[in-house]
């Protein structure tokens, strides 16, 4: 359909907003109609407006949309094709300054494998009775089930036991505290609904990496502060000394800022960090 058009505008959606390239060279629309060549039943129908809008010259068509250099649609379509080559249509495009579909085709290919990977390795860290419920946390976005507290209960008895396995799980992955993916909240939901008395004997003196991180990260969250208010004042400062060292040494502004907020309290620099006696109060380093 696109090889009978005269001539083809190229613009962002919505229709109107400027033409980025125009052309009426036969030989280039013949080869943009052979990038846009799809499948030949519509799989999906994407919701958003496009990534760009192909106007189309022609009795047959009059544009066809371009869905984040992967799928088009076109009006009267019954959805979505898949085009048969994505980056044949990438390379069209870059190679007549628009590069920015290819762009955001990468990043959304990195960010679909950054999640697979965290993704996999969150599954290898949950606990045994936890991983038969893993697609299930993922599709519904839940943060709790009756199902799951009653196996992770099975498996793990006693409370302290569980919030060290609980802790380990939340500190897992080193990643952000912010902007992770939303089945880690699970970890902190069991954790919110634990006495901060055996939250406190999950951590002791001398616990591990993972555990370090899980606790700060949990300490330090806003949901922390918000439904367990005043519960940060309770841990003893050699337990927020620990972490706070721990999160030092990570040297990730975000996590020193959110923890010292948290758990910084009475306990004075020169206890964190040895040596560290005359530099400014309240810096860790």
């Given amino acids: 359909m696109v090889g009978a058009a005269t001539r083809v505008k190229c613009r962002l959606p919505p229709a109107g907003s400027p033409i980025l390239y125009e052309t009426a060279d036969a030989g280039d629309i013949a080869a943009l109609a052979a990038a846009l060549s799809s499948e030949d ?4 129908y994407c919701m958003c407006i496009g990534t760009l809008i192909f106007e189309i010259e022609s009795p047959l068509l009059k544009a066809v949309t371009l869905h984040h250099g992967v799928t088009i649609r076109w009006e009267g379509s019954r959805g979505n094709f898949s085009l048969n080559s994505p980056d044949a249509i990438m390379d069209w495009l870059s190679t007549r300054g628009m590069p920015f579909v290819r762009a955001e085709y990468d990043e959304t290919r990195r960010q679909i494998q950054q999640i697979s990977t ?4 969150w599954r290898f860290s949950l606990p045994r009775s936890l991983m038969p419920f893993f697609d299930d946390m993922r599709v519904t976005r839940a943060e709790s089930d009756p199902a799951w507290s009653a196996a992770l209960e099975a498996q793990y008895p006693d409370p302290v036991e569980r919030a060290q396995i609980l802790l380990d799980l939340y500190g897992s992955t080193g990643g952000p505290w912010t902007g992770f993916p ?7 939901r069991f954790l919110l609904g634990l006495p901060i008395e055996v939250l406190i004997a999950a951590v002791g003196e001398t616990s591990g990496e993972r555990r370090c991180e899980g606790a700060a990260r949990l300490f330090s969250g806003p949901r922390f502060g918000k439904e367990r208010p005043g519960d940060c004042a309770r841990i003893p400062v050699p337990v927020r000394r620990l972490l706070l060292a721990h999160v030092d040494a990570a040297r990730d502004p975000d996590k020193e800022a959110r923890a010292r907020a948290a758990l910084g309290g009475a306990v004075e620099v020169d206890e964190l960090v040895p040596g560290a006696r005359g530099s400014t109060p309240g810096m860790l380093r």
């Fill in 182 to 188: 939303y089945w880690e909240s699970v970890a902190e």
């Fill in 118 to 121: 965290q993704s996999s390795r």
């Fill in 41 to 44: 039943e519509a799989r999906s």
